[in-house]
T-cell receptor, first 112, second 117 residues
Framework: GNSVTQMEGPVTLSEEAFLTINCTYT??????LFWYVQYPGEGLQLLLK?????DKGSNKGFEATYRKETTSFHLEKGSVQVSDSAVYFC???????????FGKGTLLTVNP | GAGVSQSPSNKVTEKGKDVELRCDPI?????LYWYRQSLGQGLEFLIY????????KSGLPSDRFSAERTGGSVSTLTIQRTQQEDSAVYLC???????????????FGSGTRLTVV
């Protein structure tokens, strides 16, 4: 079946450090790929997405590239801020395209 | 409305009681989803509604769980005879269209935190 595996947290960084959160997905079908972010006490928000191979999604300084050859969609940011502290979820669409399968989430804490 | 609204935001109930969780999706969004978020388990798909089509109930964990969507808008998730393992955050999401909804991405509500004591 469809699954998403992302690096386990928690991840703790200092402000302005480089961030990578790894995500891999099962290579069934032609999924769309997403990163969602959940700030403390809030619901999930769509951060960025990519719908086909080699697409790059970007938003708020975050980027992720759809790599079909490695079935990966790693999230990166060149310089994190304290306000980026949140839980990040990688997700893929399903074979029928409507259902999203999520990874378990990675807690990021950025210290000043 | 402007966003997906869920109520209540928090619910504490005694084991064995029934609970109802409500979701009001974004106006015009035909697709509605329920997910469960448990500590350390990520998000678990529960049920999906698309327009007037029969819902996809494949994620409901037991027959104690049921959901309905009235008039293609508001949805209610009902858990009967609650158990402690039902404790979780229940998230509702909506999207423009089910078939392509995952390409647009979902809009999530803030969730209902259910605690069964």
């Amino acid at each position: 079946g469809n699954s998403v595996t992302q690096m386990e947290g928690p991840v703790t960084l200092s402000e302005e450090a480089f961030l990578t959160i790894n995500c891999t997905y099962t290579a069934t079908g032609y999924p769309s790929l997403f990163w969602y972010v959940q700030y403390p006490g809030e619901g999930l928000q769509l951060l960025l997405k990519a719908t086909k191979a080699d697409d790059k999604g970007s938003n708020k300084g975050f980027e992720a590239t759809y790599r079909k050859e490695t079935t990966s969609f790693h999230l990166e940011k060149g310089s994190v801020q304290v306000s980026d502290s949140a839980v990040y979820f990688c997700a893929r669409s399903g074979g029928s395209n409507y259902k999203l399968t999520f990874g378990k989430g990675t807690l990021l804490t950025v210290n000043p | 409305g402007a966003g997906v609204s869920q109520s209540p935001s928090n619910k504490v109930t005694e084991k064995g009681k029934d609970v109802e969780l409500r979701c009001d999706p974004i106006s015009g969004h035909t697709a509605l989803y329920w997910y469960r978020q448990s500590l350390g388990q990520g998000l678990e798909f529960l049920i999906y509604f698309q327009g007037n089509s029969a819902p996809d109930k494949s994620g409901l964990p037991s027959d104690r769980f049921s959901a309905e969507r009235t008039g293609g808008s508001v949805s209610t998730l009902t858990i009967q005879r609650t158990q402690q393992e039902d404790s979780a955050v229940y998230l509702c999401a909506s999207s423009l269209a089910g078939g392509q909804g995952s390409e647009y991405g979902y809009t999530f509500g803030s969730g209902t935190r259910l605690t069964v004591v």
